[in-house]
Nanobody, 124 residues
Framework: QVQLVESGGGLVQTGGSLRLSCVAS????????MGWHRQAPGKQRELVAT???????NYVDSVKGRFTISRDTAQNTVYLQMNSLKPEDTAVYYC??????????????????WGQGTQVTVSS
């Protein structure tokens, strides 16, 4: 079994900062892409940022220059540093990871795993 556990959400004022963390645990052989998605009330879930195992990074335009994604490969952890937060950043943030595991019969399988989500609320 693989689990992703997020932490670091909360309530912050406009212009403030938060740092989200997500740790993957379980029978992990390797992790390729890790990322963060978010879903605001009444809106579709959107991709915020991704980082590959080689360190290639992408951001949605709305967070460029304000958010920074990073990862600690040895600790199977991904971070999202969020600065200059705006009310429109309010959402539930989910971490994702494309993880290769080995089944009980020795078969390698790769799938996308999701965390449970952490609430970020930015007050105006």
């Amino acid at each position: 079994q693989v689990q992703l556990v997020e932490s670091g959400g909360g309530l912050v004022q406009t212009g403030g900062s938060l740092r989200l963390s997500c740790v993957a645990s379980g029978s992990i052989l390797s992790i390729n892409v890790m990322g963060w998605h978010r879903q605001a009330p009444g809106k579709q879930r959107e991709l915020v940022a991704t980082i590959t195992s080689l360190g290639n990074i992408n951001y949605v335009d709305s967070v460029k220059g304000r958010f920074t994604i990073s990862r600690d490969t040895a600790q199977n952890t991904v971070y999202l540093q969020m600065n200059s937060l705006k009310p429109e950043d309010t959402a539930v943030y989910y971490c994702t990871a494309d993880i290769t595991t080995r089944t009980t019969v020795g078969i390698r399988m790769t799938g996308r795993y999701w965390g449970q989500g952490t609430q970020v609320t930015v007050s105006s």
